[in-house]
């Protein structure tokens, strides 16, 4: 049962609440081994003065929680937290609970009985990071893991005596096939959640396939379906919680904490980019227009961070004992958070064009515009990725068979384009986001928990941002020790780089009009030499 503050607590004066709100507590954190999950935990170990960290972890390729948590620490993500504590202390503050989705009752989560008894009496606050990201995951697969790990956790949760609040982190699309987005749960799927979950427990994999069309409806793939099946089934079920969902956008490597630019995968916009800066992928289906609806990890933690605090603030307001005035949504009692902001949100095209800062020359800065296009239109991004990938991929093959090898870049070609197709969703679209929830969570900061915890964007300086992006991505994804340059100089001056872009967009449409000319346009020179030049 959820713990209740009385109105004395609530109402008095209290500096820096967010950071008390932690301070001392104990946590259940699940998929504290992805992405977010990982920086989510580095920054409570790192800020947030908490009692203990108890980490739900799956064995994996034979690996035990205990072995998986080790090697976690050492990864250069926290190199910070090592400078003051070795593994050792921090194993002292982080405990591993081995968990298992496949329990045969489908109510808990296989922990032995004794590591659950101590869960139930001591855990506070529980942030759900567990989940299926793969947009071509199977639809068996996407629902068991993101709605039945959602339920075994929810299930869980409402047998802990200490409970104050749980934060379910969803996606900014699982509503996506919406042009405009509430902070609310959407019960708009064919079928109940519940009814899901029984399909795919009596259903084969294959058998499940079958339906996907069906239960997916005008949603892009299984994961966005399979995260909007889990918000139903936290609204229809668990609202009686202290539970709030938490619903970020493309998150992306870290902008400033701990560490500048790190990232461990490539995942949507950074593999498209790597790809595009190895000369794998030449012509983008998308429109450089359209809002990307971008974030950095470390700024993602901080909100999600704020919002856990929020949840357990409107959980005390639904409180009988408080007055009708409570704050706590009487229509939509799952308190919802878009984690994203209109007016700094990049557009694919600057997205693109400002990873060219990170690059280790001049002479890479100038090609890079060269390297890519992006195109709007399917028939024309299918005939020009026939020509650009799939004829010198089948090229490429031949003279490898010729030499005795095995064929290896038709297959390549082949998944590059299906990538691009489904990037190309999200590429070609835009939506208008309610955030009036995000921004009210900015509110509740001292300037204290402010420098601690920053999440609006609009501090974010994109410049700066993406001088470590693509650095960040060749050293902490693919192992590649930074140039000599670099290791004396890391970064030069943004004044520098700006500088450098500015002659290479000149030069780009100067040679264009120089194109032109030669080609006899010189009426449409005239008219338009303004426009081209400052566009």
């Known amino acids: 049962m959820a713990a209740k503050g009385n109105s004395a607590d609530r109402n008095a004066p209290e500096l820096n609440r967010v950071l008390s709100f932690y301070r001392n507590s104990t946590i259940l954190l699940t998929g504290g081994t992805g992405f977010l999950g990982k920086v989510l935990l580095e920054k409570i170990l790192r800020c947030l003065g908490v009692r203990k960290v108890f980490l739900a972890v799956r064995i994996k390729d034979g690996r035990k929680p205990a072995e998986r948590l080790q090697e976690l620490l050492k990864d250069a993500l926290f190199d910070r937290l090592r400078q003051d504590a070795t593994v050792e202390q921090l194993l002292e503050r982080v405990e591993p609970v081995e968990i298992s989705l496949e329990a045969g009752d489908g109510l808990g989560l296989g922990m032995d009985e004794t590591t659950e008894t101590r869960l139930l009496q001591q855990t506070d606050i529980i942030f759900n990071v567990l989940a299926s990201v793969k947009f071509n995951e199977s639809i068996k697969n996407a629902v068991d893991t993101n709605v039945g790990g959602t339920r075994r956790v929810l299930q869980l949760a409402r047998r802990m005596q200490r409970l104050k609040a749980v934060v379910h982190v969803s996606t900014l699309y699982s509503n996506c096939d919406r042009t405009h987005i509430r902070e609310r749960v959407y019960d708009d799927t064919l079928l109940r959640p519940e009814a899901v979950l029984n399909l795919s427990k009596l259903l084969s994999a294959d058998e499940m396939d079958g339906l996907q069309h069906c239960l997916l409806g005008s949603l892009p793939n299984t994961y966005t379906y399979s995260k909007k099946c889990a918000e139903s089934l936290i609204q229809q079920h668990f609202s009686d919680l202290p539970v709030g969902i938490f619903r970020p956008p493309i998150v992306l490597s870290t902008y400033r904490e701990p560490i500048a630019g790190w990232t461990d995968n490539l995942n949507g916009p950074a593999g498209l980019c790597l790809w595009t800066v190895k000369g794998y992928v030449r012509i983008i289906h998308g429109n450089g227009r359209k809002k990307a609806n971008l974030v950095p990890v470390d700024y993602c933690v901080n909100a999600l961070l704020v919002a856990g605090f929020d949840v357990a603030d409107r959980s005390m307001a639904r409180d009988p004992a408080q007055d009708s005035r409570s704050g706590w949504e009487t229509v939509q009692p799952v308190p919802v958070y878009n984690y994203l902001y209109d007016r700094p949100n990049l557009t694919w095209g600057r997205y693109m064009g400002t990873v060219s800062m990170g690059f280790d020359g001049w002479i890479k800065r100038l090609c890079w515009p060269h390297s890519y296009t992006i195109v709007p239109n399917r028939a024309l991004f299918r005939v020009l990725s026939l020509c650009c990938h799939t004829v010198p991929a089948w090229l490429l093959d031949f003279v490898r068979q010729l030499r005795g090898k095995r064929p290896l870049y038709r297959r390549m070609a082949a998944k590059t384009n299906r990538f691009l197709e489904t990037m190309a969703y999200f590429g070609l679209r835009e939506w208008q986001i309610a955030n009036e929830n995000v921004v009210r969570l900015r509110t509740l900061l001292t300037p ?17 941002y993406f001088q470590a992006y693509i650095p960040g991505i060749r ?11 670099d290791r004396t100089n890391p970064a030069q001056p943004l004044a520098w780089n700006r500088r450098i872009q500015f002659l290479c967009r000149l030069l780009h449409r100067l040679m264009w009009v120089l194109i032109c000319l030669k080609l006899g346009h010189r009426l449409y020179v005239r008219r338009n030499l303004f426009s081209i030049l400052i566009a």
Do not use: H, K, Q
Request: hydrophobic content about 40%; proline content about 4%.
């Open 448 to 464: 204290t928990e402010a420098s601690l915890l920053e999440f609006d964007l609009s501090t974010v300086d994109w410049d700066e």
């Open 475 to 485: 050293r902490y994804y693919l192992g590649e020790l930074p140039a000599a340059r």
